[in-house]
C-alpha cells in the first residue's frame, strides 16, 4: 500500500504562484510514477502532470505547459507541482496519485483510465480568484 497526502493548496488571485506537496509513504519502493490530476467543481477529473519516480521524465497537459512545473525530492518521497500565472480555470481540487504500473509516456497517463493511477490522495483544493 501506498498513503499520500497533498498540502498547500489555498485561496490565491490570478496572475499568483503556488506550490503543491504530495508526501509519499508505505510502499514507496514500488512506486513508477506520480501524477496531479484535478477536478474542478462541476467537471470531470483532468490529467495535469506526471514524473517518473526517478525524477527524469516529466509530462504535462497542454492547458498547463509553461506554467506548471513537476519535480519530486528522492530523499524526501515528496513531489510538488509549482503553479505559477495561476488563472481562474485552475481552480480546482488538486489530487496526488502514484502508479505501480511500469509504463511511462503520456498516454501512459493522459489517456489511460484513471490516468494510470493506482493510489490517490485526497486532494486538495485551490481557488484563484479572478
Known amino acids: 500500500q501506498v498513503q499520500l497526502v497533498e498540502s498547500g493548496g489555498g485561496l490565491v488571485q490570478a496572475g499568483a504562484s503556488l506550490r503543491l506537496s504530495c508526501a509519499a509513504s508505505?510502499?514507496?519502493?514500488?512506486?513508477?510514477?506520480m501524477a496531479w490530476i484535478r477536478q474542478a467543481p462541476g467537471k470531470e477529473r483532468e490529467f495535469v502532470a506526471a514524473i517518473s519516480w526517478s525524477g527524469d521524465s516529466t509530462y504535462y497537459a497542454e492547458p498547463v505547459k509553461g506554467r506548471f512545473t513537476i519535480s519530486r525530492d528522492n530523499a524526501k518521497n515528496t513531489v510538488f507541482l509549482q503553479m505559477n500565472s495561476l488563472k481562474a480555470e485552475d481552480t480546482a481540487v488538486y489530487y496526488c496519485?502514484?502508479?505501480?504500473?511500469?509504463?511511462?509516456?503520456?498516454?501512459?497517463?493522459?489517456?489511460?483510465?484513471?490516468?494510470?493511477?493506482?493510489?490517490w490522495g485526497k486532494g486538495t483544493l485551490v481557488t484563484v480568484s479572478s
Open positions: 508505505g510502499r514507496t519502493s514500488s512506486i513508477y510514477a
Open positions: 496519485a502514484a502508479s505501480i504500473t511500469p509504463c511511462l509516456g503520456y498516454g501512459c497517463y493522459a489517456l489511460a483510465e484513471d490516468y494510470g493511477m493506482d493510489y
